[in-house]
């Protein structure tokens, strides 16, 4: 098993910036992906922004050049840094984890946590 503990949501006004983290702790494979998916009211879960284990990285169309992620593979940590928040940016942010075992996988999930932006 995983457990995946999320920090760091919060109200901010538009321009401004807010950081994520997520710590993993567990069940955590060699060849791992770990990353953020949104989902706000009314809407579909979608991805963020994914980083392998090795450093591989995907972004959303949505957030490209405002949003940044990282990871330490050393405390099983990922960080995803907002910049310039838009309102269109609000929503419950989930913190995944993707173990992978040849061509199979098993995804974990956080609690979510909540980020606003509003005036």
């Known amino acids: 098993q995983v457990q995946l503990v999320e920090s760091g949501g919060g109200l901010v006004q538009p321009g401004e910036s807010l950081r994520l983290s997520c710590a993993a702790s567990g069940s955590i494979f060699s060849i791992n992906a770990m990353g953020w998916y949104r989902q706000a009211p009314g809407k579909e879960r979608e991805l963020v922004a994914t980083?392998?284990?090795?450093?591989?990285?995907n972004y959303a169309d949505s957030v490209k050049g405002r949003f940044t992620i990282s990871r330490d593979n050393a405390k099983n940590t990922v960080y995803l840094q907002m910049n310039s928040l838009k309102p269109e940016d609000t929503a419950v942010y989930y913190c995944?984890?993707?173990?992978?075992?040849?061509?199979?996988?098993?995804?974990?999930w956080g609690q979510g946590t909540q980020v606003t932006v509003s005036s």
């Open positions: 980083i392998t284990n090795s450093g591989s990285m």
């Open positions: 995944n984890l993707r173990n992978y075992r040849g061509y199979s996988y098993k995804d974990y």
